[in-house]
């Protein structure tokens, strides 16, 4: 799978943790920063890992910051993410089989690396279920209020 991770300043160590997993996994990993925990502003990042997501350059993105919270606001800004926060397993794979999400957050500062590759294969490894969470996320993106 071709994946996208992100974070700020607060989840540099996580990130770095999380991509070498990934890539010992076989996954293609396209880092968008940072690269040091010199300050920066989470809605950059977000939006960055975003673009990605949207324009199908990767098929997943993992989104994270101190708390997870800002991160994952960002990246939902673009009606074609779907990012959902989890601080386990069985979140993160109702994300994907109810909500089809294709963005992960995790907050840094609240999820040890063990749970967060937990999270992380619990998402990746989870279809999502089509049916009736189809047409609920369909609504998602083209919302008609």
């Keep these: 799978m071709r994946i996208a991770i992100?974070?700020?300043?607060a989840a540099v160590d996580l990130k770095a943790t999380l991509r070498e997993y990934l890539i010992e996994a076989s996954h293609e990993v396209a880092?968008?920063?940072p690269e040091t925990t010199d300050r920066v502003d989470y809605p950059d990042y977000g939006y960055k890992l975003a673009?990605?997501?949207?324009?199908?350059?990767?098929?997943?993105?993992?989104?994270?910051?101190?708390?997870g919270i800002g991160i994952s606001i960002a990246v939902n800004r673009d009606?074609?993410?779907r990012c959902a926060l989890v601080g386990e397993p069985l979140s993160a794979a109702l994300a994907r089989e109810h909500?089809?999400?294709?963005?992960?957050a995790m907050g840094a500062r609240l999820?040890?690396?063990?749970?967060?590759?937990?999270?992380?294969?619990?998402?990746?490894?989870?279809?999502?279920?089509?049916?009736?969470?189809?047409?609920?996320?369909?609504?998602l993106s083209n919302p008609s209020f």
Aim: aromatic fraction near 4%; glycine fraction near 14%.
């Design 6 to 9: 992100a974070s700020d300043h």
């Design 31 to 33: 880092d968008l920063g």
């Design 51 to 67: 673009s990605v997501v949207a324009d199908g350059t990767v098929q997943f993105g993992v989104a994270l910051c101190g708390s």
């Design 79 to 81: 009606p074609a993410c």
């Design 99 to 104: 909500n089809d999400a294709n963005v992960i």
């Design 111 to 139: 999820t040890g690396e063990d749970m967060a590759k937990a999270c992380l294969d619990a998402f990746l490894s989870t279809e999502f279920g089509g049916g009736r969470h189809a047409g609920r996320v369909e609504k």
